[in-house]
């Protein structure tokens, strides 16, 4: 038996060095500059001349332990058993001989992975749990991102895009990852209020903190059946399921009604203007598993929008901020509603206080 004495603990990841190629490893902090040769494929050169090719594949994220064992295998074939994973997740082989690298792009597309998302590229959707494991999801992360890419795949595998377009998914607006930030974002929504378990709510949660977790304050301490519980203010809820994450006994999860929405024109660089959050373009579409044909055709709609009207580099928010609102919404044909406008606390600061119209 393991006793406590024999446990290893705070040791933290492995030094990383221990698993960079060796021309990463002589080159390291002095690479001189690189270029994008094809879709998905770069060379980094050294001041010393050495060349590195990078070769970008697809992955869905979630991978087998099987998957990874191909991957393992064609890093052992081409690269000296060395490979990396991005921040989007996509899977970059690092090559030393310019030879290998169409023979490892068969090799890769055979297997299904096509090869590209650099540059002016849709690259890999960040995405989250969604049904495969999540508890507060309103929608699926690994299926819709699945039919978006399938969509958009064109736009991973060539450059032909004015500028970089970064999708991201969150499945509940807890928003794990990027979708507050990216150019295209989807996220999950409920519709409906908690329906609170007064019998279980006293045993399984702490009631202020159930309290406290309510950005609009709908939820107050009550005494129920004789038992401490809570109430919520319907009116003043707006399903954002904050209480459940810190509660189980508010579920809010509703099949027929929660969905998806979509948001645009976020960016994370400072590259030309500062960063930006996404703004709401599409409050409410259904889940429609296990294609989502609504989802896919509104982000497509909107890529297209963008991909026609952009200037060279122009991201997404650049591109509404020099065209306006109004046109954004009059060239993509979504409808304007009142969800559209701001509502929540400093809510002012985002209404038009000019008498500057763009149409
Ligand atoms: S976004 Fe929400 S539902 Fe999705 S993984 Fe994060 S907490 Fe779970
Ligand atoms: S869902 Fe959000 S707004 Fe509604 S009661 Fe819960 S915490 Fe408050």
Same mark, same amino acid.
């Given at each position: 038996m393991l006793m406590v004495t024999d446990r290893r603990t705070d040791?933290?990841?492995?030094?990383y060095k221990k698993f960079m190629p060796p021309i990463i490893k002589n080159n390291y902090g002095k690479w001189k500059y690189h270029e994008v040769l094809k879709p998905g494929v770069m060379v980094h050169v050294g001041e010393s001349g050495d060349k590195l090719f990078t070769v970008r594949a697809a992955s869905p994220r979630l991978l087998s332990i099987k998957k990874l064992r191909i991957f393992a295998d064609l890093a052992d074939k081409y690269c000296g058993g060395y490979l990396r994973f991005t921040s989007r997740n996509n899977v970059e082989f690092l090559l030393t001989d310019q030879a290998n690298v169409d023979p490892l792009i068969a090799d890769l597309k055979a297997i299904g992975h096509p090869v590209g998302g650099i540059a002016n590229a849709i690259s890999n959707i960040v995405h989250t749990q969604g049904w495969v494991h999540c508890h507060s999801s309103a929608t699926d992360a690994s299926g819709v991102v699945k039919c978006v890419m399938d969509e958009l795949c064109e736009y991973f595998t060539s450059t032909k895009l004015p500028g970089k377009l970064r999708i991201a998914l969150a499945?509940?607006?807890?928003?794990?990852?990027a979708v507050h930030c990216s150019d295209i974002a989807i996220l999950g929504v409920h519709r409906r209020p908690p329906k609170v378990d007064h019998d279980s709510i006293n045993k399984v949660c702490e009631i202020p903190n159930v309290v406290a977790s309510c950005p609009t304050a709908a939820i107050r301490p009550a005494t129920v059946n004789g038992k401490p519980s809570v109430e919520v203010d319907e009116e003043r809820?707006?399903?954002?399921?904050n209480c459940f994450s810190v509660c189980p006994s508010m579920t809010l999860n509703d099949p027929l009604n929660d969905g998806v929405s979509i948001w645009v024109?976020?960016?994370?660089?400072? #590259?030309r203007t500062e960063p930006m959050f996404s703004k709401l373009a599409i409050p409410y579409l259904p889940n429609n598993p296990p294609r989502w044909p609504e989802v896919v055709e509104a982000v497509r709609n909107i890529v297209e929008v963008w991909a026609k009207g952009a200037?060279? +580099?122009?991201r997404m928010g650049e591109f509404i901020a020099r065209i306006g609102w109004p046109r954004f919404f009059k060239l993509t044909g979504i409808e304007f509603g009142k969800e559209h406008i701001d509502d929540f606390k400093? #809510?002012?600061?985002? +209404?038009?206080?000019?008498?500057q119209l763009r149409h």
């Open positions: 040791i933290g990841p492995p030094d499945c509940c607006l807890n928003m794990c990852g809820c707006m399903f954002c399921a024109g976020g960016k994370v660089s400072n #590259a200037h060279k +580099y122009e400093h #809510a002012g600061l985002t +209404y038009k206080r000019s008498a």
